[in-house]
């Protein structure tokens, strides 16, 4: 057994790849490498990178929670400002086919939409697709 | 030009023999039918109504037509929705109406107005005459359009359609018709009504129409008992390979505890009920439709070598004891 395996090794140790199949492993480990990085979320990398530049900075981690709520408040003023301006800006005062909300004297305590509820539709036209037919021929 | 052509009935001085072509006009055919279809028309449309109606899924509209001159009127089971809130309008004339009856069986709905004084309406025809290529006319509303005719023929007399029995035999006329005109009548070129359209054909070239005799039964059930009375037998029937006096129908099965168990045995073959002959075991369809509950009825039926006249007084029948009927299968209407 040990000789068979001594003259194995023997043989292996003439079996040098060419130079080709190193030039081709660099390459694929490079392919490799970059793939592997791609697999990372856009912000990790540029994560890395910010840390990369400044070794030295550090964010508490309650930061985090005050940015994102920051910038929930920021886009909900944004929105609103612009739906306000929508709704009164002089271009679209006379022609805007949006349906508006008409709200009823204080103390009446309902607001009625002018969508047409269900009593406004066409009516349904009656013409069954056939008779009524659930009885057996051989019983009465 | 004379490339039109008519069928004559044999002449009763003509020995019998094919029929005898009448060389007519086109312009001169075309005339008349033209002529014909609007009398029709023209006399109906005083006793035919739309009908429309509220449920909790909005409005529904339909037509109807006058039966008699008190206010009486005949539409759709699915026109008058709950019954809550139905009216009736005609030209500029609008009424309130209230609900009489609606018959799951046959789908039809009798409504009332008062108020409106003596009502014009629909003479009744003899149904029983309508056959394959009978012309026919549908009076009623398209859609939210004014009352229009429809003209077409009889394709012929069905009790089923695509595998589902109907509840009694029906009329499919070719006619062409549209939403909104189910409840409408059905006339014959004489001006009288032979049915009420009742659905449409999928193409929407045709339609079924319940004669006016099955409609008949549900109004004078609602006249002489204040509702709607089927009746039911008790009995199960199978179809046997060979007639006995020109029936294939014979008692399978009586239900002890229905209406027949006192008179009738399994093995009876049921020759007649009414006035409706039975031949096959589908006649049976008409035959129920017919009976009255507590209205007694003479069976005939061969025992053997005897045939014999039986009465029969119906039970009330399983839809009218709760809607039940629809959850039975074929031939299982033994206990309800």
Request: glycine residues 10%; contains cysteine.
């Amino acid at each position: 057994m040990n000789t068979d395996i001594h003259k194995l090794l023997r043989l292996k140790r003439y079996e040098t790849p060419t130079s080709d199949y190193f030039e081709r492993f660099l390459d694929e480990f490079n392919e490799r490498q970059r793939s592997e990085l791609l697999r990372q979320p856009t912000w990790n990398l540029l994560w890395e990178r910010l840390v990369g530049v400044f070794p030295e900075f550090r964010v508490p981690n309650l930061a985090y929670a005050g940015v994102a709520a920051a910038a929930v408040v920021l886009s909900t003023f944004i929105l609103v400002t612009q739906k306000d301006t929508a709704l009164t800006g002089p271009g679209l005062a006379l022609n805007d086919p949006r349906p508006t909300v008409n709200v009823l004297p204080p103390g009446s305590g309902d607001i009625r939409f002018p969508v047409s509820s269900r009593s406004e539709f066409p009516p349904h036209y009656v013409l069954e697709a056939r008779p009524v037919s659930y009885e057996s021929p051989y019983s009465f | 030009m004379l490339a039109g052509a008519a069928l004559a009935g044999p002449a009763a001085a003509n020995p019998p023999g094919p029929p005898q072509l009448l060389e007519v006009d086109d312009s001169t055919m075309a005339h008349a039918i033209e002529t014909t279809v609007s009398e029709v028309f023209e006399s109906a449309v005083p006793s035919v109504v739309r009908v429309e109606s509220d449920d909790e899924l909005g409005k529904i509209s339909g037509t109807g037509f006058f039966a008699d001159s008190t206010g009486t009127i005949y539409t759709l089971a699915s026109v008058v929705g709950d019954g809550l809130s139905v009216s009736v309008t005609r030209g500029d004339q609008r009424w309130p109406a209230k609900l009489l009856a609606k018959d799951p069986r046959s789908g039809i709905a009798l409504i009332k107005v008062d108020g409106a004084g003596a009502t014009p309406f629909l003479e009744k025809g003899e149904c029983g005459e309508v056959k394959a290529s009978s012309p026919l006319v549908v009076v009623g509303f398209p859609f939210d359009h004014d009352v229009s005719p429809s003209f077409g023929i009889a394709g012929g007399l069905d009790r089923k359609s695509q595998g589902k029995f109907f509840t009694t035999t029906h009329i499919r006329a070719n006619i062409p018709v549209q939403r909104g005109q189910g409840g409408s009548p059905v006339l014959n070129l004489d001006g009288q009504v032979v049915g009420v359209l009742v659905s449409g054909l999928e193409s929407g070239a045709g339609c079924f129409v319940l004669p006016i005799r099955a409609a008949e039964k549900v109004r004078q059930d609602v006249v002489r008992f204040g509702d709607v009375r089927h009746g039911w037998a008790g009995v199960t029937v199978h179809e046997m390979p060979m007639a006995v006096q020109g029936s294939h129908l014979m008692i399978d099965r009586v239900d002890p505890s229905g209406p027949a168990s006192s008179q009738f045995r399994s093995g009876d073959v049921v020759l007649q009920v009414g006035d409706i002959a039975i031949h096959d075991p589908e006649d049976a369809l008409d035959a129920s439709f017919f009976l009255t509950a507590g209205e007694p009825v003479a069976v005939r039926i061969a025992r053997g070598e005897e045939v014999l006249d039986l009465q029969l007084t119906p039970a009330e029948h399983p839809l009218d004891r709760g809607n039940e009927l629809q959850a039975l299968g074929p031939g299982s209407l033994m206990a309800p």
